[in-house]
């Protein structure tokens, strides 16, 4: 018996005493289990395994009641690790016991696979032992993880580990029920599933490697060994049993069909298998005895082989043989839960079914109420921003003393000097002059050209009626586009009649800085600047406040897209919410109410009637609104009209851009179709 394949062993628990009805069952169970013949299961007795695994998949059904009802009990389980007998960890946690417990079971599963009579059996026992370990990786993120890392056998690579090999083993017992049967199609089935237990073997591998370097408790050397030696002997036997299967195979064809080169890849399956034997041999010192036969009995058959491919086919050993595809059957076992745990399953997802539904419409409802607080924020900051005018205050407070221009203004006067004012306008018209007067000389050349074709006396034939039909399609073209030119062409008069009419505006800010701007822009600077003086610690208050909440707004937003993603990946907006496990679903509401706390708080820092005051407090603001405002609305409408100019002559760039790959398109194919008919 392998040492990687022990139980956990427990110390009996005395518990309190108590009149809970679920902890006398679960001490009861546990004293049976304590007590139980684990020898026996070792020995590979059927009936002692199948007595276990009644209790253990019994007691795990209570540490579930007891996990779900968050029983409390002053008491510690205590439990060792499965490759050091004598080293016991101490935990309070049911979650611990139950991790435990589970390990026990995933084991159990995999002695009941290697000793049940039937291959269906063993193969229902190994999808039990992955559900078992499968469900041990989940569970096991609830235990206090400085309990975890005492135990080398609770790691979660070293689960992953048995969970490999239990599919491993799954997939030769299905290789031991196929092969069996005489259709060729079934044994190529067979040689497929074979094939995925030795995918499986190296994940289990790979998996052993890694607990011995990335476990901060790893499994002693001497175990370790072992279960390397363990592992890489069923993997090689695997892989050696399907290279001599497939030489058979290719051996057995070649002698009734000397068509191809079979027997040459007969040899290299045998060669395959034979560098597996030795790379193990060289790996190991205790020689498998299975192989050492399988290794004799492939000199035999390559001595075979080899002279029937010298004498009957006269080919070389070709290495790069094109070797057999084996059907891929990666679907065949599937974790599935004991039957007990399946019943359990079905039972708690409908009386779950109202209770999951319920914490569904709680947790999407905080998402509700913190999207609508948000929401009456904005509206309330808005309606007392609207009514005392705030963005302009504050603008003209920034701005004010150095001459700024405010921002929108800005922006609108940067983007015309980049466009270079009065003088790019004009480039840009001349261009698109420039650019139409191109087009229209290209198409009247086409259009010439046209004539000339329809002109060419041929005999009518079957050529001269298609090209005829060309050259009216052709000249419909060439209309359509004179027209679009045409149309553009009023329309770019009417833009230029409209930039004649803001010349001097271009002029004024293509040559001036944007202080000379502010200047032309506020007709009543002295009495503005009067106003700011006299409300300037107001101003201040105000300006101060305005940025508070502003950014006090932001940290909401990036706090309710948070909240709003952390929902979102629960996956409630899918239909099938009963798959959600009702525990996990509370942790979330727990988590998310203390994320509404802290959005809360937030909002509870934002004081709008503050701010109301502030800006109630400004002295002659209505006469200062109607000094300031003299003029700048009217300016910011005027370069609005800049602005609408230059989208215009963008516009028309493209227009005629595009134009001007039509016409080359069109020329181009009147020139090849006329070069085709000469």
């Known amino acids: 018996m392998n040492f990687g394949f022990r139980f956990k062993q427990t110390k009996p628990i005395k518990f309190p005493k108590i009149e809970n009805q679920l902890l006398i069952k679960i001490e009861e169970y546990r004293k049976k289990i304590s007590d139980f013949r684990w020898q026996d299961c070792y020995k590979g007795d059927v009936e002692a395994c199948l007595q276990l695994e009644k209790l253990l998949t019994e007691y795990i059904l209570l540490l579930d009641q007891a996990i779900e009802q968050q029983v409390k009990i002053d008491i510690s389980f205590s439990w060792n690790d499965s490759y050091e007998p004598n080293k016991f960890t101490q935990s309070n946690q049911w979650h611990y016991e139950y991790s435990c417990s589970l390990y026990n079971l995933g084991l159990l599963y995999y002695h009941l696979g290697q000793n049940m009579a039937t291959v269906k059996d063993a193969i229902n026992k190994s999808r039990n032992s992955q559900w078992c370990f499968q469900r041990l990786s989940e569970i096991i993120a609830f235990v206090n993880s400085r309990t975890i890392h005492q135990h080398s056998d609770l790691s979660f690579v070293h689960i992953h580990m048995h969970n490999c090999y239990a599919e491993a083993f799954g997939y030769k017992k299905l290789y031991d029920h196929f092969q069996t049967n005489k259709n060729p199609d079934d044994h190529?089935?067979?040689?497929?599933?074979?094939?995925?237990?030795?995918?499986?073997?190296?994940?289990?591998?790979?998996?052993?490697?890694?607990?011995?370097?990335?476990?901060?408790?790893?499994?002693?050397?001497?175990?370790?060994?072992?279960?390397?030696?363990?592992?890489?002997?069923?993997?090689?036997?695997?892989?050696?049993?399907?290279?001599?299967?497939?030489?058979?195979?290719?051996?057995?064809?070649?002698?009734?069909?000397?068509?191809?080169?079979?027997?040459?890849?007969?040899?290299?399956?045998?060669?395959?298998?034979?560098?597996?034997?030795?790379?193990?041999?060289?790996?190991?010192?205790?020689?498998?005895?299975?192989?050492?036969?399988?290794?004799?009995q492939i000199l035999i058959l390559k001595k075979e082989y080899l002279y029937l491919n010298e004498n009957a086919f006269k080919h070389p050993i070709a290495k790069e043989y094109e070797l057999l595809q084996l059907p891929v059957k990666q679907d065949l076992i599937k974790a599935r839960p004991p039957e007990l745990f399946q019943n359990r399953q079905e039972n708690k997802q409908q009386e779950y079914q109202v209770e999951t539904k319920n914490l569904i419409l709680q947790i999407n409802a905080n998402k509700t109420f913190a999207q609508q607080k948000l929401l009456d924020l904005q509206n309330n900051f808005n309606s007392i921003y609207s009514q005392y005018n705030i963005q302009f205050m504050v603008d003209s407070y920034q701005n004010a003393e150095t001459l700024k221009l405010t921002p929108s203004i800005q922006q609108k006067v940067d983007f015309i000097k980049t466009k270079g004012g009065w003088k790019g306008c004009q480039q840009q018209i001349?261009?698109?002059?420039?650019?139409?007067?191109?087009?229209?000389?290209?198409?009247?050349?086409?259009?010439?050209?046209?004539?000339?074709?329809?002109?060419?006396?041929?005999?009518?034939?079957?050529?001269?009626?298609?090209?005829?039909?060309?050259?009216?399609?052709?000249?419909?073209?060439?209309?359509?586009?004179?027209?679009?030119?045409?149309?553009?062409?009023?329309?770019?008069?009417?833009?230029?009649?409209?930039?004649?009419?803001?010349?001097?505006?271009?002029?004024?800010?293509?040559?001036?800085?944007?202080?000379?701007?502010?200047?032309?822009?506020?007709?009543?600077?002295?009495?503005?600047?009067?106003?700011?003086?006299?409300?300037?610690?107001?101003?201040?208050?105000?300006?101060?406040?305005?940025?508070?909440?502003?950014?006090?707004?932001?940290?909401?937003?990036?706090?309710?897209?948070?909240?709003?993603?952390?929902?979102?990946?629960?996956?409630?907006?899918?239909?099938?919410?009963?798959?959600?496990?009702?525990?996990?679903?509370?942790?979330?509401?727990?988590?998310?109410?203390?994320?509404?706390?802290?959005?809360?708080?937030?909002?509870?820092?934002i004081n709008l009637k503050d701010l109301e005051q502030i800006a109630s407090q400004l002295e002659d603001k209505q006469p200062f609104l109607i000094i300031a405002n003299q003029g700048e609305q009217e300016f910011e409408n005027s370069l609005k009209m800049i602005q609408e100019v230059f989208y215009n002559l963008e516009y028309a760039q493209q227009f005629y851009d595009s134009i001007s790959q039509q016409v080359t398109q069109l020329g181009n194919i009147i020139t090849e179709l006329t070069n085709n008919s000469d």
Not at 228 to 256: C, G, Q, R, Y
Not at 488 to 499: F, G, K, P, W
Not at 570 to 583: F, K, M
């Open 430 to 605: 001349q261009k698109i002059h420039q650019l139409q007067q191109d087009q229209g000389k290209k198409l009247i050349n086409i259009k010439n050209q046209l004539d000339l074709q329809s002109m060419q006396k041929v005999a009518p034939n079957q050529g001269y009626q298609l090209l005829s039909q060309q050259i009216d399609n052709f000249r419909r073209i060439v209309e359509d586009i004179q027209k679009k030119l045409l149309e553009a062409s009023l329309i770019n008069r009417t833009t230029e009649d409209q930039i004649n009419g803001i010349k001097e505006q271009l002029l004024f800010i293509e040559q001036n800085n944007n202080q000379l701007i502010a200047c032309k822009m506020q007709n009543s600077l002295q009495e503005s600047q009067n106003f700011y003086r006299k409300n300037l610690n107001t101003l201040k208050k105000l300006s101060i406040t305005v940025e508070t909440i502003f950014n006090k707004m932001d940290l909401i937003k990036i706090q309710l897209a948070n909240l709003e993603k952390y929902i979102d990946d629960l996956g409630l907006d899918q239909s099938n919410h009963q798959t959600i496990d009702s525990n996990i679903l509370l942790q979330a509401l727990k988590m998310i109410q203390i994320k509404i706390t802290e959005y809360d708080a937030i909002f509870n820092s």
């Open 188 to 296: 190529l089935i067979a040689l497929g599933l074979l094939q995925e237990s030795s995918k499986m073997y190296e994940q289990t591998i790979r998996c052993l490697t890694q607990t011995k370097q990335g476990s901060k408790k790893p499994i002693p050397p001497i175990i370790y060994n072992q279960l390397m030696e363990k592992f890489s002997n069923d993997h090689t036997i695997t892989v050696v049993i399907t290279n001599m299967e497939l030489a058979k195979m290719m051996a057995n064809t070649a002698k009734e069909v000397p068509k191809e080169q079979r027997m040459g890849k007969a040899i290299t399956y045998l060669s395959k298998a034979e560098q597996s034997i030795s790379d193990l041999f060289k790996k190991f010192k205790q020689k498998n005895e299975f192989l050492l036969l399988q290794q004799q």
